[in-house]
């Protein structure tokens, strides 16, 4: 398996459940994460952002416990870097993961609109930019019908509490900063 970085487009299959591979650094973009079932169907189980490692079970078990797709462009770094696992990072890393968990579970329940501009802000960059996956994975992370997102998301247009912005590479529709 190659150690280079590399890179994906959205919606492609970073790796399989169940499959050999490496852990990895994620330094740019979103991944979905989904527990594959007998029948071969995923269902959501969690997000990993830019600065997660992810793959780590494979230091303990040799293959992958969930299927990774990116939800946008991404870049992956071998991790750990040098071949040397680095405890810190690993810990800083399960820490954040941890932490995702949380803010998940909290996105599945109240409010539909407080749960989509939860995700928005929890996507946004430093810069106050967010790509956002499609609205059919936003329906699954938030547990909301796709048409509900559809919609939300126009209004917070209207509301401008999220504006259009021009990424390359972004379809329209996707790419926002916050107000």
């Avoid at 952002?49 to 040799?62: M, P, Q, R, V």
Wanted: charged residues 25%.
């Amino acid at each position: 398996m190659s150690r280079q970085p590399r890179k994906t487009d959205p919606g492609a299959e970073i790796h399989a459940a169940g499959s050999e591979g490496k852990a990895w650094r994620l330094t740019e973009g979103v991944v979905r994460f989904d527990s594959v079932g007998a029948d071969g169907h995923g269902s959501f189980a969690s997000l990993a952002i830019a600065g997660d490692l992810i793959g780590c079970e494979t230091l303990l078990f040799g293959c992958y416990t969930f299927r990774a797709t990116a939800l946008t462009h991404c870049r992956l770094d071998p991790w750990p870097e040098g071949g040397v696992a680095d405890k810190p990072a690993l810990l800083a890393s399960l820490n954040r993961i941890q932490q995702r968990a949380a803010d998940l579970v909290a996105l599945r329940g109240g409010q539909a609109s407080e749960r989509v501009l939860g995700l928005i802000r929890l996507l946004t960059d430093r810069n106050g930019r967010v790509i956002l996956p499609t609205r059919q994975d936003i329906a699954d992370i938030t547990d909301l019908r796709f048409e509900t997102i559809s919609r939300i998301v126009k209004q917070l247009e209207r509301d401008q509490v999220i504006r259009s912005i021009r990424l390359d590479g972004v379809h329209a529709t996707r790419s926002f900063a916050l107000a």
